[in-house]
């Protein structure tokens, strides 16, 4: 399975402004996915990154609030942009195709 | 209805003891079901993957597949207090366009 790093592991933000998350793999992979993981809730898919081509995006998530880049096959970014407290969460980069292998995860607090 | 339930629990067990977790879903075509287990501010790791309905055993754990009742189970033997942590059952499609399902967790504390 692929080593996964993110950086950073939390932070805490004032709502408003907007906060980068780093993704790195130790290998090169076609897709990688972000998810946001609610307290007490699912996973929940935010959006695919294929390396050379937009962002896909899941229903309830837009380009303009996480903005996504994905330079090369080991390397992705998500931006959450114009912070709520609702944005707070912990956000999961995660890669493979049947299974899923995940980042330690981004602890976001938006006061 | 959710795609996929799971039990939040807290479930709180006694060292040793055999832990049974489960999860129901309603979409039938759904191929291929895992369980991911996630300690505290980590992310979810993957514990147990199969596609068919049956039994699959690794070590202590053994994950069950019924399709007919749209149900899956983990069962943990020989519980140990690092097993404490959360469950997560996800299931998918085979399909490139497919994306994973996972169930809300349930939290699993193994008492000394």
């Known amino acids: 399975s692929a080593v996964i790093s993110q950086k950073p592991s939390r932070d805490i933000c004032q709502r408003g402004t907007s906060l980068t998350i780093q993704c790195q793999v130790d290998?090169?992979?076609?897709?990688m996915f972000w998810y946001r993981q609610q307290p007490g809730q699912s996973l929940t898919l935010i959006a695919t990154?294929?390396?050379?081509?937009?962002?896909?995006?899941e229903s309830g998530f837009v380009i303009d609030k996480f903005p996504i880049s994905r330079p090369n096959l080991t390397f992705s970014t998500l931006t959450v942009s114009n912070m709520s407290p609702e944005d707070s969460s912990i956000y999961l980069c995660?890669?493979?195709?049947?299974?899923?292998?995940f980042g330690p995860g981004t602890r976001l607090l938006v006061l | 209805q959710k795609e996929v339930e799971q039990d939040p629990g807290p479930l709180s067990v006694p060292e040793g003891a055999i832990v049974s977790l489960n999860c129901t879903y309603s979409?039938?075509?759904?191929?291929?079901f895992m369980w991911y287990r996630q300690y505290s501010r980590k992310g979810p790791e993957l514990l147990m993957y199969t596609y068919s309905s049956g039994n699959k055993e690794d070590g202590r754990f053994t994950a069950q597949v019924d399709k007919s009742s749209k149900y899956i189970s983990l069962f943990i033997r020989d519980s140990q207090p690092s097993d404490s942590a959360t469950y997560l059952c996800?299931?998918?499609?085979?399909?490139?366009?497919?994306?994973?399902?996972f169930g809300s967790g349930t939290r699993l504390s193994i008492r000394p």
């Open positions: 990154a294929n390396q050379g081509s937009e962002a896909t995006y």
């Open positions: 996800a299931m998918g499609l085979y399909s490139s366009a497919s994306k994973i399902i």
């Open positions: 290998s090169q992979v076609t897709m």
């Open positions: 995660s890669v493979g195709l049947e299974t899923q292998y």
């Open positions: 979409n039938s075509a759904f191929q291929y």
